[in-house]
């Protein structure tokens, strides 16, 4: 790691400087004083106003810290737009596991809850806010294009209770002590809500409306999550969390490698079953032709001319 900061400091900021310095020295205040909180005085004055990373070798890990967690924060915000709309196109939920998306759902609640009354770093944990109200509607999705109006109203319910006990109730209801037991818990329920989908996936042969781009993102999101955790949280339960969560993200990004072009047996099916449906019937030459026939008469006449 060491390095990196001299090869770039040398051949690439240092030569820069001329022209960066009138740059970073002229900053607006509310710029300045954005990347001060991001970064501390001590790396602000290095980093930007001396435009040396080189000087702390905390600094620069820090930078890289600060500006991935904020791009996960940014790209989270649509993350899971692509799985959304396509279920909404095909009004379908094949291939995508309600079970998977309602554990995330559950373990993002305590998460960002517990994140929250710990003060770290909105940096550190922003997403997760964000990804579970897309997780919600997702998961009212599946289950209304399941044909389960009914359990999505109250799966919705159960959602806005939890996450107000969580979130708004402070230590009325759920104290710091039990909030520690949830996270360790949350952990879990982030490793178990992968496990139905890869499930999904494996038993139906095929990805059906699952979103590549949202398993992809989870890849590379949980992979920078890690770093960024090292980095800025001093949190065990929080870093191994991530690390298992990257694991089976891995196998989910396996998966809709091999399975990429192969439908699910879910969404092929569903011709052979309306096939199956119309092949025991036999329809009269009559009627599928739009004539209409008279029930009492069976074929053509035979009456003899007399």
Known sequence: MEALPQFLQSNIITPLQPLLRPIT??????????????????????????????????????????????????????????????????????????????????????????????GFPFSTYGEVALIAVQDIVVSVLVLVFSGQTATAGAFLAAVIGIGYALLFSGESIVDN?????????????????????IWTIWSQGGIGQLSAFAVFNYLFGSLSRIFTTLQEVDDKLILYGFVAGFSLNVILAAQVIYYWNTPSSTASKKPSSRKQAT??????????????QSPSVKGPSTRRRG
């Open 25 to 118: 020295t002229s900053l607006p205040t509310p710029i300045n004083d954005a990347l001060i909180s991001l970064l501390g005085a001590n790396c602000y004055t290095s980093l930007v106003l001396g435009l040396d990373i080189t000087k702390d070798p905390e600094c620069f890990p820090l930078a890289i810290s600060k500006i991935l967690g904020i791009a996960i924060v940014v790209f989270s915000a649509i993350v899971k737009v692509p799985q959304i709309l396509k279920l909404i196109s095909s009004r379908s939920a094949a291939g995508v596991s309600f079970t998977s998306y309602a554990l995330e759902t559950a373990s993002f609640l305590i998460t960002l809850a517990y994140n929250a009354r710990q």
């Open 177 to 197: 002590a039990t909030m520690g037991y949830l996270q360790a818990g949350a952990g879990l329920l982030g490793i178990a809500s992968k496990l139905p989908q």
């Open 279 to 292: 092949s025991g019937v036999q329809i009269p030459a009559a009627v599928s032709s739009g004539v209409s």
